[in-house]
Antibody, heavy 120, light 107 residues
Framework: EVQLLESGGGLVQPGGSLRLSCAAS????????MSWLRQAPGKGLEWVSL????????YYPDSVKGRFTISRDNSKNTLYLQMNSLRAEDTALYYC?????????????WGQGTLVTVSS | DIQMTQSPSSLSASVGDRVTITCRASQTISNYLNWYQQKPGKAPKLLIYAASRLQSGVPSRFSGSGSGTEFTLTISSLQPEDFATYYCQQSYSTLITFGGGTKVEIK
């Protein structure tokens, strides 16, 4: 059974940093593209980063480019999101998600999310 | 970036109703359009991928259609468990974007 378990969220001051983790089970993350997405309280879904199945390509929207870095540790079957220079508008529930497969950019499995609150 | 516009933003419907939600892309995206269902406090669930392909385990009352810039999600006979928010998502570009969501409420 595929499972994704996020951790690492919490309260951080503006300008601070946080690293999120997503422990995967039931599949091998190195064989699938993976993404992080977020949802601000009461708002819609926003994609924030993607790492290709080969791990050699990463993508970000302008809203986080230069501040967020996606990576993975294949030996731990774990995905990470390093978030620097955090802003109030980064406050959200952060999900990791598995891409369905092949070259797809849709998401067939999601974690339960970890909450990041940026506030002084 | 490709902008995705959903309509309506909310709707009220009764059990058994046929419900249609529309999603428009700001440029052509072929059939790279996906639909998700999200219930309160839960992660989104993939319903439809590639515009019209039903994800495994999803009831057949859900269907998707369209190509290019206009797409629809149809629920043929609304069930109590279908009251939720639905999102479209384009996967044509590596800069993935979502529609704003459509909340389906009980009439």
């Amino acid at each position: 059974e595929v499972q994704l378990l996020e951790s690492g969220g919490g309260l951080v001051q503006p300008g601070g940093s946080l690293r999120l983790s997503c422990a995967a089970s039931g599949f091998t993350i190195s064989t699938y593209a993976m993404s992080w997405l977020r949802q601000a309280p009461g708002k819609g879904l926003e994609w924030v980063s993607l790492i290709s199945d080969g791990g050699d390509n990463t993508y970000y929207p302008d809203s986080v480019k230069g501040r967020f870095t996606i990576s993975r540790d294949n030996s731990k079957n774990t995905l990470y999101l390093q978030m620097n220079s955090l802003r109030a508008e980064d406050t959200a529930l952060y999900y990791c998600a598995k891409h369905r497969g092949g070259n797809s950019r849709d998401f067939d499995y999601w974690g339960q999310g970890t909450l990041v609150t940026v506030s002084s | 970036d490709i902008q995705m516009t959903q309509s309506p933003s909310s709707l009220s419907a009764s059990v058994g109703d046929r419900v249609t939600i529309t999603c428009r892309a700001s440029q052509t995206i072929s059939n790279y359009l996906n639909w998700y269902q999200q219930k309160p406090g839960k992660a989104p669930k993939l319903l439809i991928y590639a515009a019209s392909r039903l994800q495994s385990g999803v009831p057949s009352r859900f269907s998707g259609s369209g190509s290019g810039t206009e797409f629809t999600l149809t629920i043929s006979s609304l069930q109590p468990e279908d009251f939720a928010t639905y999102y479209c998502q384009q996967s044509y570009s590596t800069l993935i974007t979502f529609g704003g969501g459509t909340k389906v409420e009980i009439k």
